[in-house]
């Protein structure tokens, strides 16, 4: 049918089936066009496909089988089929096929021949854009023209005229839809190594329909003995009675040749299975016969019928003959799908005995095609009578209906005394049980001593699927006798059957398994931070902290430390800022593990392991979106930009819009996608183009796959306040914690010793040990470990000094071994110093155009070659046009960043403004960094296109910060004689030197200037921005103290206040560096931030400066507060501490009691929201006692219970000194609250008493009454959310009217009933109801 006749509309780059390209070469009534079908008059051919005898003599292509090894793509045998084009096949052997009509205009002593080459055939089914050439030639004519056939686009398009003008346009269709037909044949039939490429040569001859000539298709293909068929054969009816017949004699014949009328064909001279191998190969069977007219296909639905009979034209035969009769047709159907769905159909044969062990063990060989096994399968149901052929069917009908759970045949006795049998009996069900769980029974089996670890190894390889290595473990307890098959029977049915597939559309199916397999392949292995290692994900990835944000500043009851939570609770229901938003936004510094994280998300989903609700995830990167300038639609993106469908692009297209909450979509890297977020323009057509960015935020919008959930990761900068609008949950990716870093570096280091002796070193070095926070920092003392550990160098302090570190393994490893000994000496830096240079100014141009994927024509004018990218900097990836060459970039922004500021410090042509861009960009909506630095007093000349000053203009303002702290970095003292032996000015370099100090120390004094003045009575205070963070950083790269004095001269303020600045322990080193020159104490809050223990141990240098010290949700445990505490013992200024929403245990409560003890000035110690228990009240309580300053103490959100509160109300009942006590939500009861009703009795100096969201009842509230009649000091008293009743609230009346000290009580969430509250809101105000 043609294309507008009521046929399918053809889509760019999508390929259509053979059986719709072809159907006006079928010749059936008709299909082409109106007129019906050619009868083939002069001039008109008649194409048949012929491969058996020929009686009549007719013009035929044929299959021309190779030799085992052939010489050539171009053999003496082959010239000689091409000069016998007018022969006839003569032979018993040759085997005739249905006809192919086609419409080809030629004159009657004429032949055109068509000689094309199909290049570079991958998984993907495709080509290049120049992989097919059709060269037609007309004998006795010069002229050639031809025709290129686009094989992505499915296009012929017509490059020379001389061809179609000899033809009309009919026949111009009709051959170009042959030729389709051809390499959709091949297509489907070849199958090749994703890294090797295949050439095929392919001739077509087409002769007048009653000459002695033929139609021949030649197939050349010297390595397609490697190659494994997918397609199958369709015998016609004189095929297959010759085979029947011919088939013991075949399969012994290895030398048997065809002979035809004066001429020879070397290609029959194989047995059988050879020849159908090629056969396979050619497509002929499988996509030729069902356009014969006397091709008859038996519905999968009429076999039932055909358990006694079954019609086919002329005959009645039984079940047996039915079944061979439709051979083709069941070889089609078991290979059609992928080896899942013919494992299957063995799965349920072997259940039902209808295969014994031994059948299925032939006919499960890995590595043999699917077609063969097929065949064999076919044989060997044949050979057990018409019962096996009717359980064949059954079973392909079974395994066609997968979308239900399969039943148990029969009882399941888990302990079964033939464990075996019964999980032979019960095969399909258990393959679906074990789907999802099979990596956890592996670990379990293994760990029981069932299956030794090579055989874990086995079973585990990346080729096979979730569903095949639970056959394979299945397998293996069938042949074990140690007692796993009973162990399998009894821990399998615990198991939750697996989330079914709720669409039964074929293609929809094919495309899932296509999709788990190409997001596998990427997944597999790290890609990030190193392009010259396989790193197995499975084997290397170590879990990050990963955090809820919440909201600061609401009103309520104190807030709960932030979830922490792992990966697989990443959809989870809590902390949702918007419920009708569907993005995840994983927020993260450059280097956290964003990519990885998600990486590891892509394989959980792709193994089966997790994240099943989805049925699709389409993974993307936005750095390789934003390379794409065609606009796109939702299909394009999916598609073609992720995974093609190969079949029914529009079914599998309108199920994803159908079920939108079956689709996650993750895009990596959003604050390296040059285009800012807007929700300007609306676009909400799934089909229609728009533009990259547009299509992105409508997607996270949700105008776009409304319901689909999106996760979308970025750096903390890049987030606007637009786009948290529309995310549902926004998580913190806040790096490794303390034994994270550690068992990444066991993982990384399975040699004896090498991990404990790095580890040693990180805690022996602080600074080195902060850095590691960020995974991109431990991979590099990962990879450089030889380097730290056997050379006397010293250990890096600064993130310059690791960069170097790292730029000396490279550099080492591309050199002589006898460099090794020199480390990164001035001349190794100098001999590489071009390369470096080219690389600089290729990540400079990077940064200023928003670019991190560079093609070969930006490397070519980067002067990058590939020896420079050699060294390893420079790693491939994935290319964001399909089709396009493969596209490089650095290692990761960081190194992209590092390469910059090298080239900033050593480039020739940076001028002074520059370097005044660099720390002063007055970009609309720039950093803060960009507006606290002034401008250098040296003034540049006007701004050039491509210039230094131009790209640094352009830069993103997170990427110059990086960029900037390493440019200080690397102008340091400490680096200054390295850089000078690599640059021939050395005036030049001081100059850069000087000014860089310069900016930094007056960017600093200034921005402290402009802190505006202290409200009465109050202290003054500044809050930071993370630009001032970023500056501080940069001071501390220098290392330089008179410069670190002078910057913080001007600094006049009682508190300094940096949350969510994004502080980790790399920022808390360079804080104490900077701020521990204060020459007066300042309140340092640092709430919500990543200090963690080793930020802790970081900011010891700065405490004596340190008046209060906020550590609010900071993931720090009792290691960095026992630290803390023992240094602050010696700080006479450190009079408070601010510890809530932490992992604090009873483990610091003796440093605390210590503490409180030995420091007789110490005013307030906060320890809400940790996991302090009543053993730990008690032993604060010994503190307590001693000391004689508290005045706030919180210990709200523990655990201290009843216990722990009368240790404390024991300790205070004394105290002279505290004013504000809070234990909310500590379990308390009445046995508490009469300990703290006697506390109240004998306290003078307690104002504010705090017991809300306890379990005090009436009971503990009349006795708190009691202690308030003698009270005199209280006057605030919280008891919301105790289960106080109206009897409760009495008792307090009653003592409330002898106390006229109390302001306040609070009974907000009790029981009490509407007109109790109004009653009882009448007789004391002072009752907050």
């Not at 790693?875 to 922004?893: D, K, M, N």
């Amino acid at each position: 049918m043609s294309p507008g006749k009521g046929g399918p509309p053809e889509q760019p780059g999508q390929p259509q089936r053979a059986k719709q390209l072809c159907s006006r070469c079928a010749g059936q009534e008709g299909a082409r066009r109106p007129g019906g079908p050619r009868s083939g008059p002069a001039g008109r051919h008649r194409m048949q496909l012929s491969l058996g005898p020929s009686r009549v003599p007719v013009c035929s292509p044929t299959v021309a089988l190779p030799p085992e090894k052939p010489d050539g793509p171009a053999s003496g045998d082959e010239q000689r089929m091409e000069k016998s084009s007018g022969s006839c096949l003569g032979s018993k052997k040759q085997l005739k096929f249905e006809e192919l009509q086609c419409d080809v205009s030629v004159e009657e002593d004429s032949r055109q021949e068509w000689t094309f080459t199909l290049y570079d055939f991958d998984n993907n089914g495709k080509v290049t854009r120049e992989g097919v050439l059709l060269s037609p030639k007309k004998e006795g004519d010069s002229d050639t023209g031809y025709i290129a056939m686009n094989l992505e686009d499915v296009v012929l398009r017509d490059i020379r005229q001389p061809l179609k003008d000899r033809m009309s346009d009919s026949a111009y269709e009709d051959i170009t839809s042959l030729l389709h037909t051809i390499y959709e044949v091949v297509d489907s039939s070849v199958n090749h190594s994703p890294t090797s490429s295949k050439t095929l040569r392919v001739k077509l001859t087409v002769a007048p329909d009653g000459s002695q000539g033929k139609k021949s298709i030649l197939l050349n293909h010297p390595d397609l003995q490697s190659s494994r068929p997918r397609a199958e054969t369709k015998p016609s009816e004189e095929l297959r009675s010759w085979e029947k017949k011919q088939r013991a004699t075949l399969r012994l014949q290895g030398d048997s040749r065809l002979e035809q009328s004066g001429c020879y064909h070397h290609c029959v001279d194989e047995n059988i299975e050879r020849r159908n191998h090629y056969l396979d190969l050619a497509g002929i069977e499988n996509y030729t016969s069902q356009f014969g007219p006397d091709s008859h296909w038996l519905p999968l639905e009429a076999w039932p019928k055909a358990r006694t009979s079954c019609y086919h034209p002329g005959c009645e035969m039984g079940t047996q003959e039915a079944f061979q009769a439709q051979r083709s047709q069941l070889v089609e159907l078991l290979v059609s799908g992928s080896l899942e769905g013919f494992e299957s159909v063995l799965d349920w044969l072997l259940s039902w005995e209808v295969l014994s062990w031994e059948d299925y063990e032939g006919l499960s060989l890995v590595g043999q095609p699917l077609s063969h096994a097929a065949r064999r399968l076919l044989d060997t149901v044949w050979n057990k009578g018409a019962w096996g052929c009717e359980q064949l069917i059954a079973a392909v009908r079974e395994a066609q209906s997968d979308s239900q759970s399969p039943t148990l045949r029969g009882p399941w006795d888990p302990h079964s005394p033939h464990p075996a049998r019964d999980l032979q009996c019960h095969r399909p069900a258990i393959v679906r049980r074990l789907y999802s769980h099979v990596e956890g029974v592996l670990d379990l089996v293994r760990a029981q001593g069932f299956i030794s670890p090579y055989e874990c190894e086995g079973i585990r390889l990346p080729i096979f699927t979730s569903s095949q290595r639970a056959r394979r473990l299945l397998d293996l307890a069938t042949v074990k006798t140690n007692g796993l098959a009973a162990f399998l029977l009894q821990h399998v049915q615990e198991l939750p059957v697996s989330l079914t597939l709720f669409f039964e559309d074929t293609v929809c199916k094919k495309y899932l398994s296509k999709l788990r397999t190409t997001v596998s392949a990427q997944a597999r292995f790290l890609s990030t931070y190193d392009g010259a290692e396989n790193l197995c994900l499975e084997e290397i990835y170590t879990e990050n902290v990963l955090e809820v944000r919440t909201e600061v500043g609401m009103a309520g009851p104190p807030e709960k430390s932030p979830a922490t939570l792992g990966l697989e609770e990443l959809f989870s229901a809590r902390g949702h800022l918007n419920e009708d938003a569907d993005t995840v936004l994983v927020v993260g510094e450059a280097g956290s593990g964003k990519t990885t994280l998600l990486q590891r998300l892509h394989l959980l989903w792709a193994v089966g392991q997790d994240f099943q609700e989805f049925l699709f995830v389409f993974p993307f990167s936005c750095r390789q979106l934003q390379c794409v300038t065609k606009p796109l639609s939702v299909r394009t993106l999916l598609f073609e930009h992720c995974c093609w469908p190969d079949l029914g692009q529009q079914e599998v297209f309108q199920f994803l819009l159908d079920h939108p909450d079956r689709v996650l979509l993750t895009f990596d890297g959003f604050d390296e996608f040059r285009f800012r977020f807007t929700d300007r323009e609306r676009h909400c057509s799934p089909t229609d183009p728009t533009s990259v960015q547009n299509l992105l935020f409508n997607l996270l919008q949700g105008n776009l796959l409304k319901n689909a959930r999106k996760v979308l990761t970025s750096r903390p900068d890049a987030v606007s306040a637009f786009l948290r609008k529309y995310v549902r949950m926004e998580l913190n990716l806040k790096g490794f914690s303390e034994d994270s870093i550690e068992l990444y570096l066991r993982k990384r280091h399975q040699e004896p010793g090498v991990a404990d002796r790095l580890v040693s070193l990180l805690r022996a070095t602080s600074a080195l040990h902060g850095l590691c926070h960020l995974p991109v920092f431990a991979w590099m003392v990962s990879k450089c470990h030889r380097e730290l550990l056997l050379q006397g160098t010293g250990s890096p302090k600064t993130t310059t000094d690791m960069y170097l570190l790292i730029l000396q393994h490279f550099l080492l490893h591309a050199s002589p071994p006898d460099s090794a000994r020199h480390g990164l000496a001035p001349s190794l830096l100098r001999g590489r110093l071009p390369t470096l240079l080219h690389l600089g100014r290729l990540a400079l141009w990077g940064l200023g155009m928003s670019c991190y994927v560079f093609s070969a024509k930006q490397l070519q004018a980067a002067h990058v070659d590939g020896e420079d990218v050699s060294l390893g900097f420079l790693v491939h990836t994935r290319s964001a046009v399909p089709g396009s060459a493969p596209a490089l970039e650095f290692l990761h922004i960081t190194l992209q960043c590092f390469f910059a500021a090298f080239y900033l410090a050593l480039g020739a042509d940076v001028t002074p403004s520059s370097l005044r861009h660099l720390f002063n960009c007055r970009r609309t909506g720039g950093s803060p960094l960009a507006r606290l630095l002034p401008t250098v007093c040296v003034q540049g000349s006007g701004r050039e296109e491509g210039s230094v000053e131009a790209l640094l203009q352009e830069a993103e303002p997170h990427n110059l910060q990086i960029t900037a702290a390493f440019l200080a970095g690397l102008l340091s003292r400490e680096h200054q004689g390295l850089l000078a032996e690599c640059r021939a000015s050395e005036k030049a370099l001081r100059w850069r030197q000087a000014c860089a100090r310069w900016c930094l120390a007056r960017s600093l004094h200034k921005h402290f200037h402009s802190i505006p003045p202290a409200l009465p009575g109050e202290a003054k205070s500044m809050h930071a921005l993370p630009g001032f963070v970023w500056l501080i950083r940069s001071l501390y790269e220098m290392r330089e103290e008179r410069l670190a004095r002078e910057a913080v001269r001007g600094l006049k303020v009682g508190h300094l206040k940096l949350t969510f600045c994004g502080v980790g322990p790399a920022e808390c080193a360079a804080l104490a560096y900077v701020l521990r020159h204060l020459r007066r104490p300042v309140a340092l809050q640092l709430d919500h931030n990543s200090v963690g223990d080793i930020g802790v141990e970081q900011l010891l240098p700065c405490l004596g400066v340190c008046k209060a010290l906020y550590l609010r949700d900071n993931n720090i445990s009792d290691r960095g507060i026992c630290k803390l505490v023992e240094h602050a013992l010696h700080c006479e200024e450190l009079q408070k501490l601010a510890l809530f929403n932490n992992k604090l245990t009873d483990g610091c409560a003796q440093s605390m009691a210590r503490l409180l003890e030995c420091r007789q000035n110490f005013l307030a110690l906060r320890l809400g929201n940790n996991h302090i228990t009543a053993e730990g009240a008690q032993v604060l309580a010994q503190g307590l006692r001693a000391n004689t300053s508290l005045q706030f103490l919180g210990f709200w959100g523990n655990k201290v219970g009843d216990k722990g509160a009368q240790a404390l109300a024991e300790a205070l009942g004394d105290h002279q000194s505290l004013r504000w006590l809070s234990l909310v939500g500590n379990n308390i009861g009445s046995a508490g609250a009469q300990a703290l009703a006697s506390m109240l009795e004998k306290n003078t100096a307690l104002q504010e008493l705090c017991l809300e969201e306890n379990r005090l009842q009436d009971e503990g509230v009349c006795s708190l009454a009691k202690g308030l009649r003698r009270n005199s000091s209280l006057k605030v008293l919280k008891l919301s959310n105790n289960c106080i009743t109206y009897l409760g609230a009495e008792a307090l009346l009653q003592a409330l009217e002898r106390n006229d000290t109390i302001l306040e009580v609070w009974l907000r969430g009790n029981m009490f009933s509407p007109e109790e509250t109004e009653t009882l809101s009448h007789r004391d105000s002072r009752l907050l109801l």
